[in-house]
Nanobody
């Protein structure tokens, strides 16, 4: 089972990026998926999560209204659309899968993690 995150890069404040996380090795249509991030010298923090049915979505207060999580089960892929980016959004972004579980904000409840993709927002 592998999660491959992509889409990171350098963007100016106010810009947008879309991250993708493609899962392989199993069908993730019944799994919750989450995005987390870790900035330099900070702990990993929750960003967004989505349930298997797409009906449940959670967001960190710091990204609510700017970021949107979505999934395409036919492609085994989860997305994070990030708009109105701020310098404080700079971090390595990780996707994670919680097998046969509900969406959650707790990192330890996820079973698999991707390798991370770097997002840098310049001021």
């Amino acid at each position: 089972v592998q999660l491959q995150a992509s889409g990171g890069g350098l963007v100016q404040a106010g810009g947008s990026l879309r991250l993708s996380c493609e899962a392989s090795g199993r069908t993730f249509s019944r799994d919750a998926m989450g995005w987390f991030r870790q900035a330099p010298e900070k702990e990993r923090e929750f960003v967004a999560a989505i349930g298997w049915s797409d009906a449940i979505r959670y967001y960190a207060d710091s990204v609510k209204g700017r970021f949107t999580i979505s999934r395409d089960n036919a492609k085994n892929t989860v997305y994070l659309q990030m708009n109105i980016l701020k310098p404080e959004d700079t971090a390595i972004y990780y996707c994670a899968a919680r097998l046969n579980g509900f969406a959650t904000r707790v990192p330890s409840e996820y079973n698999y993690w991707g390798q991370g993709t770097l997002v840098t927002v310049s001021s």
